[in-house]
C-alpha cells in the first residue's frame, strides 16, 4: 500500500509535467481586449442627484427610527415594565443547517483560551480539552485526547492531519438526505427528515457491506448504530465521487467506506432531529486506537 | 509591488494592468492547463480570466487579495469551460515529449502510470481537479484554498479527500500491474 507521502510525491510529480508559461499570442490578445472591455465607474459613487435624495431619505428614516425606539424605552419604563423584550432587541435564532458557519467561541468557558487554526484549519489540542462546534442549532462537545485536531468551521476530530486521511476520525453533522446507492450517490439522492427515515435508507443503501442498525444511546440520547465496510471487490473507478453514506448541505455530506476502513454509524434522535455521529478508522486499528475512538463518542454531549 | 500596479489598474492604466498579466499569467496558465489539460481550453480560460479582472478590478476593495480573487476568477473560467464542453475528451490523447521520462525499461512504467493517473483525473469533478492542483501544484493549504474560492474548510477538505482516493486508487492499480510484470 502506497503511503500518503508517496502519494504526495507521485502527484506532484505526475502535475509537474506539462506547460508552465502563457503564449505570448494569448498575452497580445488580452491586451488587444482591454480597449474593449470597459471598466466600470467606481460602485460607490453613483450619480450624486439621486446619490444625495437615497442619503436624505436614509437619514430622515434612521431619525425616525431613533424616536419610535427611544419613545418604546419610555413608556416601557413609565409602566414599571422593563422586563418586556422589544421584538427588535431579542436575539436572532441560529438557524443556519450547515456546520460550516463559523463557531459561536464566545458563549462557552470550556473552550481554550486561544483556538487558532493552523494552515489546514485544524486546532491542535496537544494537551486534550473540550471541543465544542455548533451543528445546526446543536451545540456539540467532546473530551479530546491529547495530539488530537479538530476542525475550526465543522465538528470533525482527526488524530493525524486534517487535510487528508486520518487513522482515526470523528464527524458530527446533521443528516437531511441518504442515496439508495453509495456509489451512484449523485443521482440516487433521497430525502430523509427525520431519524426513523435516514435509519431505514441506511439499512437499505446498496454499495456496502452493513451491519445494524442496533439500538444504544449516544449522549443521553436514542441512537441507532451501523458499521459499513467496503465489498472486497470494491473498484472505487467505478464509483465517479468515490462513496458517500449521506448528503445534504455541503459540508454535511459522509464519504465512504474506502477498502481499508469500517465507518460506524450512529443515527442519534435529538429532539427529532436526525444527527449522524460518523466514526471512521483503519480495518487494521489497534484495540487500544478503537477505545480511544469510543471514548469520544461517549464523551459527545447535545446541547439543543 | 503588485499594490502599486492594482492601484494604477483600477484608474484605467492599461500598461499597469498589462504587467500584472506577465506578472501572474504563466501561473494561472498552468493551474488552467492541470485542471483542464487542454492548451487551448487553458488559454481560453486565461484570457477570460484577465479580461474579467480588467472590467470588475475597481470592486476588489483589499488589493492583497489580489492573487487570491484571480485564483477564484480562474476557476470560475475552467468551470464554465467545462459546462461548455459538456462532456472530457476521452481518456486516450498524444503523450508529448515532454511527458515520456528517460528512455529505460522504467520509462515504459511511467508512461503507464501517467495514463492512469490521467484517466483518473478525468473522472474527478471540475472542483475536485481544482482544489487537487491548488493543492499539490499551487501548493496552498486548504485554509487558502477555501479562502481563495470562498468554500468551507469542510468542503474543500471533503473535495480533496475524494480526489486524491481515486488518484491513489489509479496509484495503487499501475503498482499491482508492475508487479506482476503485466503492462497497460
Same mark, same amino acid.
Given at each position: $500500500? ?20 502563457l503564449p505570448d499570442r494569448s498575452v497580445a490578445a488580452i491586451v488587444n481586449h482591454l480597449d474593449n472591455t470597459k471598466q466600470p465607474g467606481p ?7 439621486? $446619490? ?12 425616525? *427610527? ?34 460550516? $458557519? ?28 473540550? %471541543? ?7 451545540? *456539540? ?109 455541503? &459540508? ?12 460506524? $454509524? %450512529? ?8 444527527? &449522524? ?28 | ?7 494604477r489598474a483600477k484608474h484605467g492604466d492599461k500598461d499597469a494592468f498589462t504587467s500584472l498579466v506577465l506578472?501572474h499569467g504563466?501561473?494561472l ?6 485542471? =483542464? ?6 488559454d481560453d480560460s486565461v484570457q477570460q480570466t484577465f479580461l474579467t479582472a480588467w472590467r470588475e478590478l475597481r470592486r476588489l ?7 487570491? /480573487?484571480l485564483?477564484?476568477l480562474l476557476?470560475n473560467a475552467?468551470?464554465a469551460e467545462?459546462?461548455h464542453?459538456?462532456? /472530457? ?23 503507464? =502510470? ?34 481563495? =474560492?470562498? =468554500? ?33
Open positions: $500500500m502506497n503511503t500518503e507521502e508517496q502519494v504526495d510525491r507521485t502527484l506532484e510529480s505526475w502535475l509537474a509535467t506539462g506547460p508552465t508559461e460602485i460607490w459613487f453613483p450619480r450624486r442627484i439621486k $446619490m444625495l435624495r437615497f442619503a436624505t431619505a436614509l437619514g430622515s428614516a434612521a431619525v425616525l *427610527v431613533l424616536v419610535a425606539v427611544l419613545a418604546i424605552n419610555f413608556y416601557t419604563n413609565q409602566q414599571g415594565i422593563g422586563g418586556q423584550p422589544s421584538p427588535t432587541v431579542s436575539p436572532a435564532p441560529t438557524v443556519a443547517a450547515s456546520p460550516s $458557519m463559523a463557531p459561536t467561541v464566545a458563549a462557552s468557558p470550556s473552550l481554550e483560551p486561544t483556538e487558532t487554526p493552523d494552515q489546514s484549519g485544524c486546532i491542535n489540542y496537544a494537551a486534550g480539552g473540550t %471541543y465544542r462546534r455548533s451543528v445546526g442549532t446543536i451545540s *456539540v462537545s467532546a473530551t479530546v485526547p491529547t495530539e488530537w485536531r479538530g476542525g475550526a468551521d465543522a465538528f470533525f476530530l482527526v488524530n493525524t492531519s486534517c487535510l487528508f486521511s486520518a487513522s482515526l476520525e470523528l464527524k458530527v453533522a446533521l443528516v437531511h438526505a441518504v442515496p439508495s446507492n453509495a456509489c451512484d450517490w449523485r443521482s440516487t439522492g433521497v430525502e430523509a427528515a427525520t431519524p426513523a427515515a435516514v435509519t431505514a435508507a441506511l439499512a437499505a443503501q446498496e454499495g456496502h457491506e452493513t451491519i445494524g442498525p442496533t439500538d444504544t444511546t449516544v449522549g443521553g440520547y436514542l441512537a441507532r448504530r451501523f458499521d459499513f465496510t467496503a465489498p472486497a471487490d470494491l473498484d472505487i473507478g467505478t464509483c465517479q465521487d468515490g462513496l458517500r453514506l449521506t448528503g445534504g448541505t455541503e &459540508g454535511e455530506e459522509f464519504g465512504g467506506p474506502d477498502r481499508d476502513e469500517t465507518i460506524t $454509524m %450512529y443515527v442519534v434522535d435529538v429532539d427529532g432531529l436526525a444527527v &449522524g455521529v460518523y466514526e471512521r478508522r483503519l480495518t487494521d486499528a489497534t484495540e487500544a486506537q478503537i477505545a480511544e475512538l469510543d471514548a469520544l463518542v461517549a464523551s459527545l454531549r447535545f446541547e439543543p | 509591488m503588485d499594490r502599486d500596479l492594482i492601484s506578472r504563466d501561473r496558465y498552468s493551474v488552467a492547463y492541470r485542471i =483542464l489539460r487542454d492548451t487551448g481550453r487553458a476593495r483589499d488589493d492583497d487579495r489580489f492573487e487570491a /480573487w485564483y477564484r476557476v475552467c468551470f467545462v459546462r464542453t459538456r462532456r /472530457w475528451q476521452p481518456g486516450l490523447r498524444l503523450i508529448t515529449d515532454s511527458d515520456v521520462g528517460p528512455s529505460t525499461d522504467d520509462a515504459q512504467v511511467s508512461v503507464a =502510470l501517467r495514463d492512469e493517473l490521467e484517466r483518473a483525473f478525468r473522472r474527478l469533478s471540475a472542483e475536485q481537479r481544482s482544489v487537487l492542483v491548488m493543492h499539490h501544484y499551487i501548493g496552498l493549504s486548504g485554509a487558502e484554498i477555501a479562502d481563495a =474560492l470562498g =468554500l468551507s474548510q469542510g468542503t474543500v477538505r471533503s473535495r480533496l479527500h475524494y480526489a486524491r482516493q481515486q488518484m491513489r486508487a489509479a496509484i495503487e492499480a499501475d503498482s499491482r500491474l508492475a508487479a506482476t510484470g503485466e503492462t497497460a
